[in-house]
């Protein structure tokens, strides 16, 4: 997979790094997607946006640290995550029991 050539060198090579893995970015795509259509579901939202959590605090870091750039979007889309777990919290809450 090429790096994208209008990217801080920082970014290239976090990226680097993920292709270096190899099975990292693979795994991250099944789980995004899958979770995303699980978010589509009323039944599995709650599941869905779990498993988009952790993911999406690597992406929130990654701009935090590396590329702020994309901050105010992914702060955005952080808040709509946050949000739908709120809702969702009667049956998140059986995780921490």
């Known amino acids: 997979m090429p790096i994208p050539g209008d990217i801080s060198a920082r970014m290239a ?3 680097e790094a993920f292709i270096a893995i ?3 970015l693979p795994l991250i795509a099944v789980v995004e997607i899958i979770a995303g259509f699980l978010c589509l579901t009323k039944k599995y939202r709650a599941l869905g946006s ?3 959590f952790p993911i999406m605090i690597g992406i929130l870091l990654t701009h935090i640290l590396v590329a702020p750039e994309g901050l105010i979007i992914v702060i955005v889309l952080f808040a709509i995550l946050l949000w739908n777990l709120f809702e969702n919290r009667a049956k998140i809450q059986p995780l921490w029991k």
């Open 13 to 15: 090579e976090n990226f």
């Open 22 to 24: 190899g099975w990292l």
């Open 50 to 52: 779990v498993m988009l």
